[in-house]
């Protein structure tokens, strides 16, 4: 089994950052694609960013900027700074993987965590 899980989320004031983290764990064998996405209230999930294996990434256009993506590979942890924040940024966040597990090789599965909420608001 493969768990995703994020940290980092809170409340913060306008103009303030955090900075979101995402662990994976479990019977791995490679964490290929990572990804962040975020749902706000009475709105549909919508991407936020992604980075692959070997560090190449891209943000939404909307984010740019404010936004970016890392990740570290020897810790299968994917980070969100996110800078600059502002109320509509308000979401709950979560993160994806697409991960090959443990005695699969090539196969991979897609994988969520279960979210982290981030509260823009004075």
């Given at each position: ?20 983290s ?6 791995i ?10 749902q706000?209230?009475?709105k ?10 070997g560090?190449r990434?891209n ?14 590979n ?22 994806k993987?697409?991960?090959v ?7 991979e599965y ?13």
């Open positions: 089994q493969v768990q995703l899980v994020e940290s980092g989320g809170g409340l913060v004031q306008p103009g303030g950052s955090l900075r979101l995402c662990a994976a764990s479990g019977s064998f490679n964490v290929n694609r990572m990804y962040w996405y975020r706000a209230p009475g549909q999930r919508e991407f936020v960013a992604r980075i692959t294996a560090g990434s943000h939404a256009d909307s984010l740019k900027g404010r936004f970016t993506i890392s990740r570290d020897a810790r299968n942890t994917v980070y969100l700074q996110m800078d600059s924040l502002q109320p509509e940024d308000t979401a709950v966040y979560y993160c993987a697409d991960v597990p443990t005695g699969e090789y090539v196969k897609e994988y969520w965590g279960q979210g982290t909420q981030v509260t823009v608001s004075s």
